[in-house]
C-alpha cells in the first residue's frame, strides 16, 4: 500500500484546513486507516482513525469534537478536517494504513504502511 499525504500549509489560529491521503490500494475498502502527527523531539501521536470501510472513527482526546476523519471509497481517498486549528496543532502529519485492525491502534507501531507526511504549520 503507497500512501501519499497532501493539503498542508499554513494557517492563522482558528483557521481550517483539510488534509487527504491518496491510496495506491485496489481494494481500498480493506484497509484501516489513520493520521498521526510528529512535532520535532516527540514522539508521533495518534490523532484519529477508521476503520473500513469506514463506519467506526476514533479520536485522541486532544482532537475530539475539533477534528473529523473521513475517507472515500470511490476515490481511495482518506480525510482529515481539522477545524479551530491552534499553534500546538502545528506538527507534520502522517497518514498510515493497515490490513488488520490493532485494538492498539493509537500506537505508530500498529500500522505497517506510512505516507511520506505533510507539514501543518498554525500561526498565532
Known amino acids: 500500500v503507497q500512501l501519499q499525504a497532501s493539503g498542508g500549509g499554513l494557517v492563522q489560529a482558528g483557521g481550517s484546513l483539510r488534509l487527504s491521503c491518496a491510496a495506491s490500494e485496489r481494494t481500498f475498502t480493506n484497509i484501516h486507516m489513520a493520521w498521526f502527527r510528529q512535532t520535532p523531539g516527540k514522539e508521533r501521536e495518534f490523532v484519529a482513525a477508521?476503520?473500513?470501510?469506514?463506519?467506526?472513527?476514533y479520536y485522541a482526546d486532544s482532537v475530539k469534537g475539533q477534528f473529523t476523519i473521513s475517507r472515500d471509497n470511490d476515490k481511495n481517498t482518506l480525510y482529515l478536517q481539522m477545524n479551530s486549528l491552534q499553534p500546538e496543532d502545528t506538527a507534520v502529519y502522517y497518514c498510515?494504513?493497515?490490513?488488520?485492525?490493532?485494538?492498539?491502534?493509537?500506537?505508530?507501531?500498529?500500522?505497517?504502511?506510512w505516507g511520506q507526511g505533510t507539514q501543518v504549520t498554525v500561526s498565532s
Open positions: 498510515a494504513a493497515d490490513l488488520i485492525w490493532n485494538v492498539q491502534y493509537g500506537t505508530p507501531t500498529a500500522w505497517d504502511y
Open positions: 477508521i476503520r473500513r470501510p469506514g463506519i467506526r472513527t
